[in-house]
């Protein structure tokens, strides 16, 4: 089955297998193992849904996963962060696609910020619900991506066409139609909710503050603040961020024994003594050029997802879960980025510790140090996946074997979000303090969706 699954995703005009499995649903903490007695027996009878979404594999959603990771590895001209809006709106349309074949959980309209008037499912009558994911994921990344390449838009084309072939001998051409006309109902309305959490005006005009220990423009592009309003966005959970951003960083100080000085030495100090490993820990979470930070945090959950083989349900609810929490997470830290607004490493090095054609391994990003966003987003990432998977979780990264890069080896999904945190020091763009402390704020964020989304009825 996993072979089948990569040659799909790996190539989507194949035919695609129509195997059947059944894998039970998940309980209140989200965990994904394991569905209460009791909603097993009351979900065998509702009415309208006569096949399951539990019923299918996740082949579909894996296989858009993909699609997406192209669309994003691919994509110009578009800030790091504002990936995390195509990433969190998918993983909503897919849980709202099939849910309404999930009889023990429930759709997340009220649950989330401004989401309410949702398609609903005709009384009585069959759906086929690998096809209202297929339709609704292709909808969405259409629309989420309206300037990609032509190829690029003819792949999605392809590989809606392919599912569509293939699902045509699982179920009758009413049924597979209603089907598609839901997920594309869905992805619609998903869409549209999407176009009003304010994203369209994250990189209007912006006059940075101006004074000591601020942030100002880096080498070597000197590049304008990106994306300075991302902080006002809507979040997606009512309260996510409530209670996460972290008090004020380290007191500003030019004095060579202060405790400012010391942390901004020690970058430079680290990058003068970088080992192969530290170097390669660098390079691998730059994630530009590659898939992107939220790109990344996907590829990490499609790989899950090929090693668990779960049904379409348990696909969605991570998909759902995981995307939310990346994209909460990166506006609480953007509160924080441009609420403190403090001075880049680069910045310090050059004009206070006197190494003035000093540079970072990596290029340092087009937005104030506090707090690190890795750190943030990571965190919050490996706590959701935790959550949906369990700790100690042994699990080797390839998100970069196309680009050369040794994958990495982790025995726990927080031991991924440190490594992807602690890189940002090696890479000479963040201060340590400065790290640890967003690795708190993302585990935060985390912990208020993961207590306030409820999935289960």
């Known amino acids: 089955m996993k072979q089948l699954i990569k040659r799909l995703v790996s190539h989507p005009l194949l035919v695609i297998f129509t195997s059947l499995f059944f894998l039970a649903g998940c309980k209140k903490g989200i965990n994904i193992n394991q569905l209460p007695v009791d909603l097993q027996s009351s979900a065998n009878n509702h009415p309208g849904h006569l096949t399951q979404t539990k019923t299918y594999t996740s082949a579909v959603a894996i296989a858009w996963m993909n699609m997406q990771l192209r669309l994003m590895r691919t994509a110009t001209a578009i800030p790091n962060v504002a990936f995390c809006h195509p990433y969190a709106y998918s993983g909503i349309a897919l849980y709202e696609a099939v849910v309404p ?16 008037g949702l398609p609903q499912t005709s009384h009585g009558l069959a759906y086929h619900w690998p096809s209202s994911a297929n339709a609704a994921l292709a909808f969405i990344n259409k629309h989420m991506f309206p300037t990609t390449s032509i190829a690029n838009k003819a792949a999605i084309d392809s590989l809606e066409n392919a599912f569509a072939l293939a699902y045509q001998s699982e179920a009758d051409a ?6 598609i006309a839901f997920g594309k109902a869905v992805a619609q309305k998903v869409f549209d909710w999407s176009e ?37 966005l809507r979040t997606i959970v009512a309260g996510s961020v409530d ?36 170097k390669a820990m660098a390079l691998y979470w730059r994630d530009i050029p590659g898939v992107t930070t939220p790109g990344h945090f996907l590829s990490i959950l499609k790989q899950v997802l ?18 939310i929490a990346v994209n909460d997470a990166a506006i609480s830290c953007w509160q924080t980025k441009y609420h403190f607004n403090l001075v880049r490493p680069i910045t310090y090095i050059r004009t206070v510790l006197g190494h003035a054609s000093w540079t970072s391994l990596i290029g340092t990003p ?32 390839h998100t970069y074997d196309y680009l050369g890069y040794a994958p990495r080896s982790f025995s726990s999904f927080r031991a991924i979000g440190e490594d992807a945190a602690n890189s940002r020091l090696y890479g000479g763009i963040h201060y340590q303090p400065s790290i640890d402390i967003g690795l708190v704020q993302g585990r935060k964020v985390a912990q208020n969706i993961i207590d306030k989304m409820k999935f289960l009825k």
Not at 174 to 179: C, L, P
């Open 306 to 323: 090929e090693i668990e083989e779960p049904s379409l349900d348990k696909a969605a609810i991570a998909y759902a879960l995981c995307a």
């Open 174 to 179: 009413e049924t597979i139609n209603r089907s």
């Open 196 to 232: 009003t959490d304010g994203y369209l005006q994250a990189s209007g005009a912006y006059t940075a503050p101006v004074g000591p220990g601020l942030w100002v423009s880096t080498p070597l592009a000197f590049a304008k603040a990106s994306t300075p309003y991302w902080g006002n």
């Open 101 to 116: 074949g999930m009889p023990a959980y429930q759709s997340l309209e009220g649950q989330l910020n401004g989401l309410s």
């Open 366 to 397: 087009a937005h104030p140090e506090y707090s690190a966003a890795h750190a943030v987003l990571s965190a919050a990432n490996a706590d959701v996946l935790t959550n949906l998977f369990g700790d100690n979780y042994s699990f080797t990264d």
């Open 243 to 278: 209670n996460t951003k972290p008090g004020a960083p380290t007191t500003y100080s030019e004095n060579p024994y202060s405790t400012f000085y010391a942390m901004a030495k020690q970058v430079y100090d680290v990058s003068q003594t970088l080992t192969p490993e530290q």
